[in-house]
């Protein structure tokens, strides 16, 4: 596609809920990124899939948050048993290599009340 | 631990002022950098990307600097416009495996 697509773009869920965000990156990138971004605070790396390697997993604040990506493309990230503190803007990007110049979506705006 | 920080914070010009932002990062060894802007409730859109060999890059009114020796990137903005305003964040690729970002500079350019 032209850009890096997410989907949906605004989620409301009640605590406790699961929820699946979703993740189109360019097509022909090999690498992709989640990120979190919390009211008034920068970005924080989740997880990163490059081409066929085991992820990234790092940056997954806890084991209620997992990512898979499906055939080299498309990606979701899950959040089990949502809390309160999950409420961000959630940020994909993806980049034809790690570490070359990455291109972000419009985000998924996630609010758990 | 790659730290990247950025200064000012905030930043309030005239229309038609020349603005330099600031960001430094802890760790040299980088692969690259690269700057964004986020509009309010937007994503990021890149604007220029400096590879670790480079020592900076120019789009329109826009010029990156990157001295990696000493840890700092400055990105110039000539004439600015209202247009211009958003926060602008610096991002460090230390690996291939991810982007550590500053805190940003909330520009606001005033008519």
């Known amino acids: 596609g032209a850009g890096v697509s997410q989907s949906p773009s605004n989620k409301v869920t009640e605590k406790g809920k699961d929820v699946e965000l979703r993740c189109d990156p360019i097509?022909?990138?090999?690498?992709l990124y989640w990120y979190r971004q919390s009211l008034g605070q920068g970005l924080e790396f989740l997880i990163y899939?490059?081409?066929?390697?085991?992820?990234?997993k790092s940056g997954l604040p806890s084991d209620r948050f997992s990512a898979e990506r499906t055939g080299g493309s498309v990606s979701t990230l899950t959040i089990q048993r949502t809390q309160q503190e999950d409420s961000a803007v959630y940020l994909c990007a993806s980049s034809s290599l790690g570490g070359t110049e990455a291109f972000f979506g419009q985000g998924t705006r996630l609010t758990v009340v | 631990k790659q730290e990247v920080t950025q200064i000012p914070a905030a930043l309030s010009v005239p229309e038609g002022e020349n603005l330099v932002l600031n960001c430094s990062f802890t760790d040299s060894a980088i692969y690259n950098l690269q700057w964004f802007r986020q509009d309010p409730g937007k994503g990021l859109t890149s604007l220029l990307l400096i590879q670790s060999s480079q020592r900076e890059q120019t789009s329109g009114r826009l010029n990156a600097s990157l001295d990696k020796s000493s840890g700092r990137s400055t990105l110039y903005i000539a004439a600015s416009q209202p247009g211009d305003s958003a926060t602008y964040l610096c991002?460090?690729?230390?690996?291939?495996?991810?982007?550590?970002f500053g805190s940003g500079t909330q520009l606001t350019v005033l008519p």
């Open positions: 899939f490059q081409g066929n390697s085991a992820p990234d």
């Open positions: 097509s022909g990138h090999t690498a």
């Open positions: 991002a460090v690729s230390s690996s291939a495996r991810q982007l550590t």
